[in-house]
C-alpha cells in the first residue's frame, strides 16, 4: 500500500506549484477552523464574511485575494506571512 506522501505525489504532479501551495494553505486553515470548533457562519461573523463565501473558498470554487486569505486567518488567530527563496528552474 502506498503511503500519503507518494500518493500525494502522483495526485498532485500536473497541478502548478503555485496553486499547490494554496491548496494547502487552505486545507491547514480549514483544518484549523474545524479543530477550534468554529462553523463557517461564525468565522463569517468573526471577519465580516458571508458563510457562503468561506464555503467557497474552502471547497475551492473561489481563489482568495491574499487580503481575503488573511482577514480568513485572522479569524482563527493566525497570520499568513509569505517567504522568498531562490527560484531554481529544471528544464
Known sequence: M?????????????IPTEELNLIETLTYLQERRIK???TQKE?????????????????LDSTPSLETLNR???G?????KLTLKPF???P
Open 76 to 80: 482563527l488567530g493566525l497570520e499568513i
Open 88 to 90: 531554481l528552474h529544471n
Open 43 to 59: 468565522l463569517g461573523k468573526r471577519i465580516g464574511m458571508a458563510q457562503s463565501r468561506i464555503a467557497k473558498i474552502e471547497s
Open 36 to 38: 477550534l470548533n468554529i
Open 2 to 14: 502506498a503511503t500519503w506522501n507518494e500518493l500525494r505525489k502522483k495526485i498532485t504532479k500536473n
Open 72 to 74: 480568513y486567518a485572522h
